[in-house]
C-alpha cells in the first residue's frame, strides 16, 4: 500500500474518533455548567479548554460557554475542535479515494457540508448527539464493508490511538472543578458506558470501580486497555516481523510501556494522581503517533542512489 494512503486512512481514522470524542467531553461538561450554578465558570472553561490542548487568545478577559462552543465546536482553523476534525476526515478521504468506499466518502462529504458555523444555545445537545451519530455511522460503515487488510488496520490503528487519548482527557476532566465536577455516573455515561459497568458490578458508580473500568476491562471497547490492545494488535497485523529479544518496534514499545503501568498499578494509587497518569497516556499516545510516522509515512525523504555493482 502506497505511504499517502495508509496515512490518509490512519489520520480518517483518528478524525472521526477525535470528534465524536470531543462531542462526548463537551456535551458532559456544558451540561454541568446550567446545571451547577456554584461551579466558576471561567474557571471550569479555561481548565476545559487546557485539557483539550486548546488556550483561548485573551489570556486577560474571561472566558464563558460560548467561547469553549466557538473554539471546540464550529472553529474550522482549530485543530482541537469538531468542525476541524470532519472537515480533516473529509480531505483525507478525497486523497485516499481510489481506497475509501463510495458509501464512507458520501457520508464523510455530507457531515462537512452540513457542519454549522454557528450554534444555537439551546441546540447544543442536538449537535453533539448529531456528531456522535455521524461518527458511528462512518465507523459502521468501515466495519461493515472493509475487507480485514491493511486498509482496515490503519484506519483502526488511528481510532484506537485517538479513542486512548480521548478517553484520557474525559477521565482528566473528572478533577477539573474538585466537588463539583462530573459525577462518575456522568462520565460512565458520555462513554455509553453506564449499562455495560451495571451488568459488570452491579451496582451504582463508585469512584474506584467507575475509573477501574474505564481505565482497565479489557472487553469494553472504550475502555483505554482495550483501545492500547487494539492498536497492539493493529500495528502487529502491519508489520508483523517478530523480535527475538525485546521489541524494536517504537509504537509496540511505547504502548506496551504504558499498558503494563496501567494493568500493574494498583487502583488506588492511579486514582490519587489521575490527571498526571492521565497526561502520561496522552503523551504516549503522541509518541506512538510520530513513530508510526516516521516508520509508515515518510515526508520529504531523500532519495537514495545505488551505483552500478562492477
Avoid at 458532559?28 to 450554578?37: A, F, I, T
Avoid at 486514582?271 to 516508520?295: C, K, N, W
Wanted: net charge neutral; charged share 25%.
Amino acid at each position: 500500500m502506497l505511504s499517502r494512503i495508509a496515512e490518509s486512512l490512519f489520520w480518517i481514522g483518528r478524525y472521526i474518533e477525535r470528534s465524536d470524542g470531543t462531542a462526548r467531553i463537551l456535551d458532559v461538561h456544558l451540561q454541568l455548567l446550567l446545571e451547577d450554578p456554584w461551579i466558576d465558570e471561567d474557571t471550569a472553561c479555561r481548565s476545559l479548554l487546557s485539557v483539550m490542548g486548546s488556550f483561548p487568545t485573551d489570556l486577560t478577559a474571561p472566558v464563558r460557554r460560548e467561547d469553549v462552543l466557538a473554539r471546540l465546536a464550529v472553529d474550522r482553523m482549530n485543530p482541537s475542535s469538531i468542525a476541524y476534525a470532519v472537515t480533516a476526515a473529509r480531505e483525507n478521504a478525497r486523497r485516499a479515494r481510489e481506497i475509501v468506499s463510495t458509501e464512507l466518502w458520501e457520508t464523510l462529504n455530507t457531515t462537512s457540508a452540513r457542519m454549522p458555523r454557528r450554534l444555537q444555545t439551546d441546540k447544543v445537545h442536538e449537535f453533539f448527539q448529531w456528531v456522535r451519530e455521524r461518527a458511528a455511522l462512518a465507523v459502521g460503515i468501515v466495519d461493515s464493508s472493509t475487507s480485514r487488510d491493511e486498509a482496515w488496520q490503519f484506519f483502526t490503528l488511528g481510532r484506537s490511538i485517538e479513542r486512548t487519548d480521548m478517553t484520557a482527557r474525559l477521565l482528566a476532566t473528572r478533577s477539573l472543578t474538585e466537588a463539583s465536577g462530573p459525577s462518575w455516573t456522568t462520565i460512565l455515561r458520555s462513554c455509553g458506558a453506564y449499562e455495560p459497568y451495571l451488568r459488570t458490578y452491579r451496582g451504582m458508580p463508585s469512584a474506584r470501580n467507575a475509573a477501574e473500568f474505564l481505565l482497565l476491562d479489557r472487553l469494553f471497547p472504550r475502555s483505554i486497555i482495550y483501545s492500547i490492545s487494539r492498536a497492539e494488535d493493529c500495528m502487529s497485523a502491519i508489520d508483523p516481523r517478530a523480535d527475538r529479544v525485546g521489541h524494536s518496534n517504537t509504537v509496540l514499545r511505547a504502548l506496551g510501556q504504558i499498558r503494563n503501568d496501567l494493568e500493574y498499578r494498583p487502583i488506588g494509587e492511579i486514582l490519587g494522581e489521575l490527571p498526571q497518569h492521565m497526561q502520561r497516556v496522552q503523551t504516549v499516545t503522541r509518541e506512538a503517533s510520530e513513530a508510526i510516522r516516521g516508520r509508515f509515512f515518510p515526508t520529504q525523504a531523500e532519495p537514495s542512489w545505488i551505483g552500478e555493482i562492477s
